[in-house]
């Protein structure tokens, strides 16, 4: 396992910052496949807590995941309501943030 100060994590975080960030163009062109994007990304970050020690029990990486899994669930209904999409990718993008500065600590 790969200890949470490690710096590659805060190098990983950092990558996936511009993966969440996708997600607003993805949403806002009515892109077919933001739900395999999404569900692909989720697929990554559950194997997180298979690879680094702490994940697992950390409540912002938690926090992350449920969002994520909030907005996959929003890329099946037939009108997407991107104000609350935007404000739900800013506030992955603030936890992957918060999470940075831990590993920075």
């Given at each position: 396992m790969i200890r949470q100060d490690?710096?590659?994590?805060?190098?990983?975080?950092?990558?996936?910052?511009?993966?969440?960030?996708?997600?607003?163009?993805?949403?806002e062109e009515n892109n077919e496949g933001i739900?395999?994007?999404?569900?692909?990304?989720?697929?990554?970050?559950?194997?997180?807590i298979y690879v680094v020690e702490g994940f697992e029990d950390n409540s912002m990486f938690l926090?992350?995941?449920?969002?994520?899994e909030s907005l996959l669930d929003e890329s099946l209904v037939a009108e997407y309501n991107i104000p609350l999409?935007?404000?739900?990718?800013?506030?992955?993008?603030?936890?992957?943030?918060?999470m940075q500065q831990k590993v920075g600590e």
């Open positions: 490690n710096p590659i994590i805060f190098s990983y975080l950092e990558t996936l910052k511009n993966r969440l960030f996708k997600i607003i163009p993805l949403f739900y395999k994007y999404i569900d692909s990304l989720l697929f990554e970050l559950y194997g997180m926090s992350l995941i449920a969002t994520l999409i935007r404000r739900e990718v800013f506030k992955c993008l603030s936890i992957i943030k918060k």
